[in-house]
C-alpha cells in the first residue's frame, strides 16, 4: 500500500450506470478504430500504429471495466478470458 498520501484522492463516487456508461464508450471506440484497421487500405504506417495502439489500450479499459462490473470472464492483468 502507497503511503504517500495519494489514496486520499480517491472519491469513489462512481455510480454502475457511470461505469456501464463508461464500457459501451469504450466498446465503441475500440470498434471504431478497428473499423479503421479493417477497412483503411490507404492508411499510413503510423496511422496504422495509431489504430493498433488505440485498440490494444482500450483492450485493457475494457477488461477492467468489465471485471469492476463482475464479469466473470474479465480479468484487469491479462484482459478477457477465451
Known sequence: ????GSRD???YDKSWDDIQAMLVECERLQNQH???LLTGDDL????????M????GLEGAI???RWTLGDP???PRFGMKD
Do not use: G, P
Open 44 to 51: 499510413t504506417r503510423k496511422q496504422r500504429m495509431h489504430h
Open 63 to 65: 477488461a477492467t471495466l
Open 73 to 75: 470472464n474479465a480479468d
Open 53 to 56: 495502439k488505440q485498440y490494444k
Open 9 to 11: 484522492r480517491f472519491t
Open 1 to 4: 500500500m502507497r503511503t504517500d
Open 34 to 36: 478497428h473499423v479503421a
